[in-house]
């Protein structure tokens, strides 16, 4: 059973920055789209950053100039790199790893807190 398995989240006041990763346990083919989604209580989950093998990335209008999304494929790892962060971006966030039109298994990570507050 592949696992996802985010870290890096926690408590950081409005500005800062906070590195997301997702550490996936095995290495899945290469039609694999990676993404970041988040959520809030009471509303659906929603992709914030998505990156594929040779496209460009997809980011939310909102984060766009601030969040960066990567991947190291020697470390099965995908990171999400938070700037300038605002207290609209407290969420949960959650990784994925999934495959355009669903013609192969989606993944989902636990889900990390990130919290943005004075």
């Known amino acids: 059973q592949v696992q996802l398995v985010e870290s890096g989240g926690g408590l950081v006041q409005p500005g800062g920055s906070l590195r997301l990763s997702c550490e996936v346990s095995e290495t899945l083919p290469d039609l694999y789209e990676m993404g970041w989604y988040r959520q809030v209580p009471g509303e659906i989950r929603t992709s914030v950053a998505v990156i594929r093998r040779g496209g460009r990335p997809y980011y939310l209008d909102s984060v766009k100039g601030r969040f960066l999304i990567s991947r190291d494929n020697a470390k099965n790892t995908v990171y999400l790199q938070m700037n300038n962060l605002k207290p609209e971006d407290t969420a949960v966030y959650y990784c994925?790893?999934?495959?355009?039109?669903?013609?192969?298994?989606?993944?989902w990570g636990e889900g990390i807190q990130v919290t943005v507050s004075s």
């Open positions: 994925n790893a999934d495959s355009p039109g669903g013609v192969l298994p989606s993944y």
